[in-house]
C-alpha cells in the first residue's frame, strides 16, 4: 500500500504543467498590498477617531486611560456580581440552601 497522496501529486503536476499566468499573481499581490495598507491605516487612525467623539462629548481621555488600568484582570470574579441562582448551570449548592434529611 503506498503512503503517498495520488490527489496531491496530481495537484502538484498540474502546477508543474500549467503554472499561473504572471498577470493574476500580480493583481492577486497588488490586492494584498492594498488591504495590508488599510489595515495598517485603520489602526492607526481608528482610535483616534474613538478619542474624537469622546472629546467632544465631553469626556477627556485621562478618564479613558483610568478606566483601562481599573478593569479586572481577564479570569478575575467581579465583586459585584450577585451570587449565582441556586440550580444554575454550573453552581454548587451551598450547605445552607440543603434541607436536612432527618
Known sequence: MSTTNSFKQIMEEDALMFPPPPEIEEHVFGSLQILTMMGQAMELYIPK???MFI?????TVKEIDEAVKNELPEGAADPDAESPTPGMAGTLPRDEDIAPTD
Not at 55 to 59: A, D, E, P, Q
Request: aromatic share 12%; no cysteine.
Open 55 to 59: 472629546l467632544t462629548l465631553g469626556g
Open 49 to 51: 477617531v474613538f478619542e
